[in-house]
Nanobody, 113 residues
Framework: QVQLVESEGGLVQAGGSLKLSCAAS????????MGWYRQAPGKQRDLVAT???????NYADSVKGRFTISRDNAKNTVYLQMNSLKPEDTAVYYC???????WGQGTQVTVSS
């Protein structure tokens, strides 16, 4: 069983930066994919970014050039550096891991205009 523990989000002004982290405990070795999704009120949960343990990354078009996903395999931790934040980035951010389809509890990120 894998557990994902996310760092606290926060409130930031537009144009500001915030970094999230997510630590996976109980994870097995081998290929895995970790990522971040977000869900704004009244909307579906959408992909933000993913990264394999080999370092291959994928980003939603809306965050390309502003967000950077990275990971520390030794710590089983994935990070999301968010720069140039916009009010439309406001959402609950969830960490996820595959195989297994594990999800974190979610953390609120609010960007004020």
């Amino acid at each position: 069983q894998v557990q994902l523990v996310e760092s606290e989000g926060g409130l930031v002004q537009a144009g500001g930066s915030l970094k999230l982290s997510c630590a996976a405990s109980g994870s097995a070795s081998g290929f895995n994919l970790m990522g971040w999704y977000r869900q704004a009120p009244g909307k579906q949960r959408d992909l933000v970014a993913t990264i394999t343990n080999g370092g291959f990354t994928n980003y939603a078009d809306s965050v390309k050039g502003r967000f950077t996903i990275s990971r520390d395999n030794a710590k089983n931790t994935v990070y999301l550096q968010m720069n140039s934040l916009k009010p439309e980035d406001t959402a609950v951010y969830y960490c996820a891991r595959w195989p297994g389809g594990y999800w974190g509890q979610g953390t609120q990120v609010t960007v004020s205009s």
